[in-house]
DNA sequence: TCCTTTAGTATCTTTTTGTATACTATAGCA
DNA sequence: TGCTATAGTATACAAAAAGATACTAAAGGA
């Protein structure tokens, strides 16, 4: 395969920034949720972020994102059929980054207990 | 699965960055390569940016770096024994990201043509 | 009448990424 | 002697992403 055909950054897109992750795993894993409940499980993020990340992944058709005419508003957001998709590719990448965080560890901890003592 | 053992962004540490899947690919297609010759397969990187995305990736055990005590220098690069794990997950996220280039075609498309002109 | 709630916007500042450009050492060659 | 080639480093700068903070509308309740 070409390296100019890769579209790896294309499915990169979908799924960096420091939120996006997590944004989506609450999503899949407490289904449907609006607004102000994903700021409550994520108390870190800004509004101003959390907006700016569920827009975008709406425009990517990942969420869906409804509306309910009421005051105060009332919006919520959760998994579009199409976004289903996704599951596989993040299970893949978690699994894979599960054991690069054990494979580093080990690498450090084999480095100091050879060496002893390198810097 | 808690969104707080999330490890996806473990792996996406791996590949966020503008050049970071397309040096991968390049080593995993062509094998082992000298500095210069990357440069010369990416030529609209710099050569800070690509000494720097290469030192990463050799940090995380991605990729090995061999010197060559020798004037001009020589230094070969290639995907590690434990890099070649990397491969599935760059395959899920290429197939995932192919499909979904053609999705997001096919969704502003039909709106266009559904909708005649709107915007 | 004023306070609370919700789902945002609007600005401004900081941090992180990436780019541009110039510079280095030294062997071998003309 | 001066030029080329290689794999970088150093410095300055620009652009993008993220954070902090303040603000909004309008219904319902005290």
Not at 27 to 37: I, M, V
Not at 63 to 80: F, G, L, M
Request: proline share 6%.
């Amino acid at each position: 395969m070409k390296p100019e055909l890769c579209k790896v950054d294309q499915a990169l897109g979908i799924l960096v920034g420091k939120w996006k992750p997590i944004i989506l795993l609450h999503l899949f894993n407490e289904g449907t949720q609006r607004f102000s409940e994903l700021k409550r499980l994520m108390p870190e993020i800004t509004q101003k972020m959390l907006t700016k990340q569920l827009r975008e992944l709406e425009d990517e058709d990942i969420v869906n994102r409804v509306v309910y005419p009421q005051v105060p508003p009332k919006v919520e957001y959760s998994i579009s059929a199409y976004g289903q998709s996704l599951q596989p590719v993040l299970a893949v990448m978690h699994e894979w980054g599960t054991n690069h965080a054990s494979h580093i560890a080990k690498m450090k901890n084999d480095y100091v207990i050879g060496d002893s003592l390198v810097k």
